[in-house]
């Protein structure tokens, strides 16, 4: 199938099927793979779609994962378990004795984990002071510039390396990455992140790639990490306050490239926790 003929893929909708938006995504990755010569599967070998009352023929959507050599993960009782990323997702409505306590622990698994980590910490703003990435005491790393139409889409984004010559162009928010000073395509964003669905990957023009999976059951909990081809977590990622921050890894040089990534994957795990009134749930 052709990238276009992957993305107009639709299915029937029947009770209790898979959630349409994460279908949506999917198709999105793997429409993406194609387009950049890959296999969807090199980066993320099992499609978990959760179900929804209303949603997408499992049957149909099964078949069509299997034709590009996806397979759902199987519960002990041999059922698929397709609820896992929404079950994490939703964690956090639980109620019961001990809830709090629970919680508790949950918000400050994240933090820990990152206040322990040892590496470079870089600082991504959001909210209206977002298109900035900051080193840990307040210094201009990077800034963004957006060109946008009349009705505010983003037609191109270029991010320049403060104090340098480094500057990457961006096609709208998702396509090929471009150094502006040499022309050549620097890497590729495919997928992208979705209410609990982390399936945005960064693919270099030499074939490297990094994936981002997501563990915790909020926003205020949640860690994102950078993984790359040989399962190395390379960065860190957690909201603080009005902020993510970034680590990075003592083994990974912070190059122009790096810092660029950074720059765009930032608002990925916002995407991943979206407010619970943006996706019907």
Same mark, same amino acid.
């Given at each position: 199938m052709t990238e276009d003929e992957i993305r107009d893929t639709r299915f029937p909708l029947g009770f209790w099927g898979y959630a349409p938006g994460h279908v949506s995504t999917w198709l999105t990755v793997i429409a993406d793979s194609v387009d950049a010569g890959v296999p969807p599967t090199a980066f993320i070998p099992e499609a978990r779609l959760p179900q929804e009352p209303m949603g997408c023929n499992r049957r149909a959507v099964d078949q069509f994962l299997t034709e590009l050599g996806y397979t759902q993960p199987e519960?002990?009782? +041999? #059922?698929?378990? #397709? %609820?896992? &990323?929404? +079950?994490?997702?939703?964690? %956090?409505?639980?109620? @019961?004795? %001990?809830? $709090?306590r629970r919680w508790a622990r949950q918000r400050n *698994? %994240? $933090? =820990?984990?990152? *206040?322990?980590? $040892?590496?470079t910490r870089i600082r991504c703003p959001r909210g209206m002071e977002a298109g900035k990435i900051l080193s840990s005491d307040g210094q201009l790393l990077m800034i963004r510039r957006v060109k946008s139409s009349r009705t505010g889409e983003v037609l191109e984004q270029t991010w320049t390396v403060v104090g340098g010559v480094h500057a990457f162009r961006v096609? @709208? &928010?998702? +396509?090929? /990455? /471009?150094?502006?000073s040499t022309g050549e395509t620097k890497m590729r964003i495919i997928g992208q992140h979705g209410a609990g669905c982390a399936a945005a990957v960064v693919l270099f023009a030499d074939q490297r790639w990094l994936r981002f999976p997501v563990d915790g059951s909020s926003l205020r909990n949640? /860690?994102?990490?950078? /993984?790359?081809? $040989? +399962?190395?977590? &390379? =960065?860190?990622f957690s909201h603080i306050d009005a902020e993510i921050e970034v680590v990075v890894s003592p083994e990974c040089e912070l190059s122009p490239e790096l810092l660029c990534v950074i720059a765009m994957a930032a608002s990925w795990l916002e995407q991943y926790f979206p407010p619970p009134d943006s996706y019907g749930g």
């Open positions: 519960r002990p009782g +041999g #059922h698929a378990n #397709h %609820g896992d &990323v929404l +079950g994490r997702f939703r964690l %956090g409505a639980a109620t @019961g004795p %001990g809830t $709090s *698994a %994240g $933090s =820990l984990r990152i *206040a322990d980590l $040892s590496g096609a @709208g &928010v998702k +396509g090929p /990455v /471009v150094d502006v949640a /860690v994102m990490t950078a /993984v790359n081809e $040989s +399962g190395r977590r &390379v =960065l860190w």
